[in-house]
């Protein structure tokens, strides 16, 4: 499986970006992690087929992730962004069971003050 993530860029604090990610087949759970300069990968976002999301705590009620099962693809509608949400954000899709872990380039956000 391979994913193709777009939509990162330079935002100012407040604004909004939407990153999506393109599956080549389809995956059980799609979402979103994001790396921060010296820091480890942690949980953004994800969303199964039948629609359950999972947030970090610190995106809740800002974030909002969604798929299209039709075209295999998963948004994050990231509103009220803050410079602290600057990271590189990778695209991760994985099977049933645990079957398949997957993740795509990561995609730049920076969010300045």
């Known amino acids: 499986v391979q994913l193709q993530a777009s939509g990162g860029g330079l935002v100012q604090a407040g604004g909004s970006l939407r990153l999506s990610c393109a599956a080549s087949g389809s995956m059980f759970s799609m979402g979103w992690y994001r790396q921060a300069p010296g820091k480890q990968r942690d949980l953004v976002a994800t969303?199964?087929?039948?629609?359950?999301?999972n947030y970090a705590d610190s995106v809740k009620g800002r974030f909002t992730i969604s798929r299209d099962n039709a075209k295999n693809t998963v948004y994050l509608q990231m509103n009220s962004l803050k410079p602290e949400d600057t990271a590189v954000y990778f695209c991760n899709a994985r099977g049933r069971w645990g079957l398949g872990d997957y993740w795509g380039k990561g995609t730049l956000v920076t969010v300045s003050s």
């Open positions: 969303i199964t087929t039948g629609g359950s999301t």
